[in-house]
């Protein structure tokens, strides 16, 4: 088996808009890609949207759920459905259903949907590689990939970010291969220029950037009779239109060491 990478995600959709074409180029280069997913993402403002108790500047009509056709959802079937879209567009880049991972299930605790702790992060991060390494034991070193703990507000993907800093500070060898993504909204943030390593991951060809716009469609999906809301667009269409091929640019990363 090639060498193996773990990407630890904090919310469904960090994973397509932070990391996506490295996802895609990873399995494309023939790595063992692992996605480490730490919540459901269901303290988003989305879940009001889609209820119809908020306006949705993306869906830009009021939803309507009675006559949509669903119940307005809770937080946990909120969760469930996150958790579609996210399958389906680690799907879009080419990481099958057996290479997902929940830090919840690592932990053997109820899904993790308040702050991540940098406790928590580490915790999950070092029982997936545990595993991934044991099924792995000839293939090296693992890589590992997260949010940036820099340039970032976030404060789950600050503490993703800084679990893996830690790793790295504690074991240097075993965490030597470590890289950190910059969601879109930071792209020209000042505190850029603290971190180092800095370069973009441009797709090495078309069908590594048709891999993310497609990823991307999962998260617009509208179907409420097969559970699905489209979390995603109701949550940060602008950051998706940086990506999906509706702006001017190309899907790209921006990251650092
Ligand atoms: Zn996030």
Not at 40 to 57: E, I, Q
Not at 111 to 121: E, F, G, H, N, Y
Not at 227 to 252: E, Q
Request: aromatic share 8%; net charge negative.
């Amino acid at each position: 088996m090639s060498r193996p990478v773990i990407f630890a995600i904090p919310h469904p959709d960090d994973e397509t808009l932070g990391a996506g074409v490295a996802i895609a180029e990873h399995v494309a280069a023939g790595r063992d890609v692992h996605v480490l997913l730490m919540t459901r993402g269901t303290s988003s403002g989305a879940l009001d949207k889609v209820n119809g108790a908020v306006w949705s500047p993306w869906w830009g009509a009021p939803h309507s759920p009675a006559v949509e056709g669903y119940q307005p959802l809770t937080a946990a079937e909120m969760g469930a459905a996150r958790l579609r879209e996210f399958r389906a567009a680690l799907g879009c880049l080419g990481v099958s259903a057996d290479r997902l991972h929940f830090a919840w299930d690592l932990l053997g605790v109820e899904p993790l949907d308040t702050q991540v702790t940098v406790a928590q992060a580490r915790a999950a991060i070092v029982a997936l590689h545990g595993k991934v390494m044991a099924d792995n034991p000839a293939s090296g070193n693992c890589g590992l990939w997260a949010p940036s703990h820099t340039v970032d507000d976030n404060p789950d993907h600050r503490a993703i970010g800084q679990a893996s800093w830690d790793l790295y500070k504690d074991d240097p060898v075993t965490w030597a291969d470590r890289r950190y993504w910059v969601l879109p909204p930071y792209w020209s943030d000042d505190r850029l220029a603290q971190v180092p390593g800095r370069m973009w991951d441009t797709p090495t060809d078309a069908q590594i950037g048709n891999r993310v716009k497609n990823a991307c469609r999962a998260y617009a999906a509208w179907a409420p009779a097969e559970g699905l809301f489209a979390f995603g667009y109701h949550s940060v269409s602008a950051m998706f239109a940086l990506m999906d091929g509706s702006g001017t640019g190309t899907p790209k990363c921006l990251i650092h060491k």
